[in-house]
């Protein structure tokens, strides 16, 4: 073997070795950054504004989910998922603007979340975002009723992940990325790696590229932690994909509500004006 050979062989197996090293740390310890959770309990309670506590069990998990009926009115479901660092508990109140035009807010915790025990995953968040929805619609009245899925950052997997095993009518995606695979290059992460080592993909630009419904796309212009170009490419490949890019980051961003109301009024999913 010449020295060249050998040579080259040598940085091979280096380069390799490193992969494989990099791959094994990425692996392994992705889920505590991409599922940090909060300890943030909140003090007000669904039923404390008229909503109800309901309890799901899933594959090793018990998870929480908070039913708000509308304050007048029958309009559409929003089935809301949350940000990473995130809890229900932080979005009972926020969901008022929307409660008063007529619709009802169905807010489902990840497993290993708040309250809830299991393990966080695409996979266990998938199957209690299925088991809420069906929830909703066979045991409170909602079958027959639209359906919108709005999920902010990471809840944008987990409302994509629903549409793909469930009827949704409406998308609306707030500071989420197009796949936790690209993402994963922001961390270094060679692209033809990430494929391998991603446990969670969250494909949400698969879902938006076939979704039939009408998607509204909204991202800080500003965001430290996914970039805006993700919404960019998201609106680029959906049919019709509504996008607003805003003057903020990724967690100080006013509630969109004013783009949100418009959005599912001129779809004719909400009413037009507040009920009497």
Not at 206 to 230: M, T
């Amino acid at each position: 073997m010449s020295p060249l050979r050998g040579l080259l062989i040598f940085a091979l197996a280096v380069v390799v070795l490193a992969a494989a090293l990099v791959g094994s740390v990425v692996y392994f310890g992705q889920r505590k950054l991409v599922f940090p959770g909060s300890q943030a309990l909140g003090s007000v309670t669904p039923e404390s504004v008229g909503g109800e506590r309901i309890w799901l069990d899933t594959s090793g998990a018990h998870t929480e989910a908070w039913l708000l009926p509308p304050r007048a009115g029958s309009g559409p479901l929003i089935v809301y998922a949350h940000g990473n660092g995130e809890l229900i508990d932080h979005w009972v109140e926020a969901f008022e603007p929307a409660r008063a035009r007529g619709a009802a807010a169905l807010l489902v915790e990840y497993p290993g979340y708040g309250r809830s025990s299991g393990e966080p995953s695409a996979r266990s968040i998938g199957a209690v975002m299925q088991a809420a929805y069906d929830f909703a619609l066979q045991q409170r009245g909602f079958a027959g009723r639209p359906v919108v899925g709005w999920g902010r950052s990471l809840g944008g997997g987990a409302v994509c992940s629903l549409a793909r095993s469930r009827t949704l009518n409406a998308l609306v995606l707030e500071s989420t990325f197009t796949s936790v695979t690209q993402m994963a290059r922001l961390f270094g992460i060679p692209g033809w790696l990430a494929p391998y080592v991603v446990r969670d993909h969250f494909d949400n630009l698969r879902v938006v590229r076939s979704f039939g419904g009408p998607i509204l796309v909204l991202h800080g212009e500003h965001d430290e932690i996914v970039p805006a170009a993700h919404a960019q490419t998201l609106a680029q490949v959906g049919n019709g994909v509504e996008l607003h890019l805003l003057p903020c980051g990724h967690n100080d961003c006013a509630r969109p509500w004013p783009l949100v109301l418009q959005f599912l009024g001129a779809h004719g999913l909400l009413a037009s004006a507040p009920p009497p």
